[in-house]
């Protein structure tokens, strides 16, 4: 092959930007091979469940003690109420990394196992892939991956200094110009298969009243064309065609914001500005999209990890989020050592990106809404589109470690537990290490309380900061717990050889705490050395089209040390923010990457750990599955070489048309004499694995010939164990037209050990004549 053959075939392969118009007109003549290879939307349901919802008791969230969404006690805990997402504020995530198009922009993909991946789709409605170029083509593997989960995907179209001034005067000179690139916009939208764009003019215009009409002429195109359209205009320019930042919606850019789908507002605004926002929405108020700025520059609250702050401000007066660059978690990484390194366990840059992305989605995620997969047929095996290997029913296919984000599969969307690390002031993180506060449950749970104090107590607005108080173990003794035993309905979910395990191990219990005056005193709050003031600045800042990661201060960041700008009102202040691993605490679903069923990764259970033994009930997804007939479901498990014995059920949790919920709990143990699954009764029916029963060819037959994709193999050499399960006319759910699978949750059968995960399949079946 020659190398300009290899040029034009690596061209072919590679997902590129638009830089001028006539690379644009190009486009509209040869348009990307690999445009066969998009797919459309897949519709999500149109019920959605707002996570304030889920642990309505929790109380005040603070970053040191985040809120649980990933385990749960399966005979106290009832399915949340739905909301439809009509009424729902939306998030949308604007994706800016370095200007865009690194690994993620070759259509096979690339070695680089540690390039950046977004996992977090359950919690977002809409994602922009940002750059700087003219016209910004969303990558094949995001268009694919988001629209799987059912996010709209949009490009961006940007025009900045004088070159956008002069694109702008030639486009709007004349209605056949704006004709021409409206079309234009709109053919590449409809030939990728996406869903949009975000148009951010950073220039000044001089024919703005031409300018709102372009974008009424755009949003108008689009929504004829396209099946999910959607127009998003940037808070830059105004109607008086000044470039001037406003912040909110107001009179200066209303006119924009009347001919679009909604407003993407600037990130330098104030708290007033977030309520007058709202007021001038009127009954389109989730329509306006609050900036957040997760990098914090000039930023309330400073983003970063404390991005959180500003999320409260959006979600409290009922305006939805533009969430913007939060690969900040991944580019923010550092091998740098800092003052924590002596007293943490140290981690890769990798681990760092891990423990970074699940301290910022988790204390987001109280304030964002999950939505829920309805299409059946539905299957996953939870690969993040990376690994060190690749895999194919288990057995190897690529040795070598890859990515490539179009093979991500369904991500579980209710994952989010603070296990793992420990997020506060750097100098508590310090302290409590040297005190030895990482080992086990009851030190965690002291640790994590008292700094949920010393926050209460703490200001961000005020020039201080909090730190331990030097004292002895003995002064450290701050919470009395006492157990009292409850009587409560007996857990029909538990196999019968195990009730006297959970009678010992699992008793429900309410711990009453006494808090000592020394509970006030383990952080004492002294006056910070780095809370200094900052000069003001300047509140017209540059917004979307200001990349500004390369900053002293942020390129220092690593995971365990970040210094925040604060700018609360007219005081910004200096803090800063630890994050500590802890190592002897596991997330309930890990992601695995040593094993895997199918692509790069599969989840690792862990219902125990040295830190709290309550996560043998895990929840795997909210969905809002169809139950209008019977149904096949596939569990593919693997057990861990030092714990052979262990084994997971899955429990269907099925809402009837009317009447009680119902669990359905496909048994994952060995069935052998005198050892059974309890029996099932009005509100819980046990499932046997269907694979021996004489009528399983049957059922191959039908999804080899009806469901090709969803059918996988029994036999496996490689430790899998691949089971089915038919789920017919159970309790008289099954098969009653209205009736919806509403949660898939898991339960491992022992209390302790670990087991994989590797695929959970469900379809439709209809009997056959």
């Not at 900045?160 to 005067?169: A, K, L, P």
């Not at 979600?315 to 007293?343: I, K, N, Q, Y």
């Amino acid at each position: 092959m020659s190398l300009i053959s290899q040029i034009s075939l690596s061209q072919e392969l590679t997902c590129r930007p638009l830089d001028t118009y006539e690379e644009i007109l190009e486009f509209l003549k040869d348009p990307p091979s690999w445009r066969t290879l998009c797919t459309e939307l897949k519709p999500h349901s149109q019920q959605a469940i707002r996570n304030v919802d889920i642990n309505k008791d929790f109380g005040k969230t603070f970053l040191e003690t985040p809120q649980t969404f990933c385990h749960y006690m399966t005979d106290t805990e009832d399915l949340v109420v739905r909301q439809s997402i009509k009424k729902l504020p939306k998030t949308l995530v604007c994706h800016d990394m370095a200007n865009g198009y690194h690994d993620d922009c070759v259509v096979d993909g690339t070695n680089d196992h540690e390039a950046y991946t977004f996992y977090n789709w359950g919690g977002i409605d809409i994602f922009c892939y940002f750059s700087h170029h003219l016209v910004t083509i969303p990558p094949l593997g995001w268009i694919n991956i988001g629209h799987a989960h059912g996010v709209q995907v949009i490009g961006t179209i940007i025009t900045e200094w004088s070159e956008g001034s002069t694109f702008w005067e030639n486009i709007l000179s004349s209605e056949e110009k704006m004709e021409e690139f409206a079309n234009a916009l709109v053919y590449i939208a409809k030939t990728l298969s996406f869903d949009g764009w975000l148009l951010n003019v950073e220039n000044k215009v001089s024919r703005p009243r031409e300018l709102v009409a372009f974008v009424r002429l755009l949003h108008g195109k689009l929504h004829a064309a396209l099946p999910h359209p959607l127009l998003i205009w940037y808070d830059s320019v105004t109607v008086a065609g000044h470039l001037n930042w406003q912040n909110c919606l107001n009179e200066k850019n209303r006119a924009f914001f009347d001919a679009c789908d909604g407003i993407f507002t600037n990130y330098s605004w104030s708290e007033n500005e977030v309520r007058e926002s709202a007021v001038a929405a009127g009954d389109r108020l989730t329509d306006v999209y609050v900036g957040i700025d997760v990098w914090g520059r000039n930023f309330y609250g400073g983003g970063q990890f404390n991005t959180q702050e500003a999320v409260k401000v959006a979600h409290s007066h009922g305006c939805s989020l533009a969430v913007f660059a939060p690969a900040w978690t991944h580019e923010a990484r550092s091998d740098a050592s800092c003052d924590v390194d002596m007293f943490t366990p140290k981690v890769n840059t990798y681990e760092q990106f891990l423990l970074r992305e699940r301290a910022l989605w988790g204390s987001l995620w109280p304030y964002l809404n999950t939505k829920l997969p309805c299409a059946l047929p539905f299957a996953s095996s939870f690969c993040r589109g990376q690994g060190n290997k690749r895999r194919f029913y288990g057995e190897v296919i690529s040795p070598g470690p890859w990515y490539n984000l179009r093979h991500m599969q369904y991500q579980p969307n209710s994952s989010h537990g603070p296990h793992g690390y420990l997020l506060s002031v750097l100098e508590n993180i310090i302290n409590a290490s040297r005190h030895g506060l990482f080992k086990d449950k009851a030190e965690m749970t002291r640790c994590r309380r008292s700094l949920e104090l010393t926050r209460s107590g703490l200001s961000i607005k005020d020039t201080k900061k909090s730190s331990f108080d030097s004292r002895s173990e003995s002064q450290l003794s701050v919470v009395k717990e006492t157990k009292s035993e409850t009587a409560g309905e007996e857990d029909n979910t538990i196999p019968v050889e195990e009730k006297e395990e959970k009678n010992e191990n699992e008793e429900k219990s309410t711990k009453s705490r006494k808090v000592t005056d020394a509970f006030r005193n383990l952080f004492k709050i002294t006056p910070s050395k780095d809370a200094v003031e900052q000069p003001e600045q300047n509140t017209a800042a540059a917004g979307a089209g200001a990349d500004l990661h390369t900053d002293a201060e942020a390129s220092d960041t690593s995971m365990i040390q970040t210094s925040l700008n604060l700018r609360l009102g007219q005081n910004p202040k200096k803090i800063r923010l630890g994050l500590a691993p802890v190592p002897n605490e596991l997330e309930c679903l890990q992601p695995y990457f040593k094993d895997s069923f199918i692509g790069g990764s599969c989840l690792k259970l862990n219902p125990s750990d040295k830190v709290d033994p309550a996560h043998r009930c895990a929840r795997l997804l909210h969905c809002d599955f169809p139950m209008d007939g019977d149904l096949i479901a596939c569990v593919v498990t693997k057990n861990l070489s030092n714990h052979p014995e262990q084994y997971l059920n899955v429990i269907l949790r099925v809402l009837p048309a009317s009447g009680a919920e119902m669990k359905i709990v496909l048994f994952g143990g060995i069935v052998s004499e005198g050892k059974s699954p309890p029996a099932s009764g009005s509100s819980v029916s046990y499932i046997l694995p269907f694979n021996c029963n004489p009528g399983f060819k049957d059922i191959q037959k039908y999804m080899m010939l009806n469901e090709p994709g969803f059918y996988i193999p029994v036999e496996n050499h490689f430790g899998w164990n691949v089971r089915y399960y038919l789920v017919s006319g159970v309790g008289g759910v099954v098969g009653v037209r209205g009736a919806r699978v509403a949660g898939v949750d898991c339960r491992t059968g022992r209390a302790e050990g670990p087991i994989l995960l590797g695929h959970f399949g469900l379809c439709q079946h209809s009997k056959m004549a």
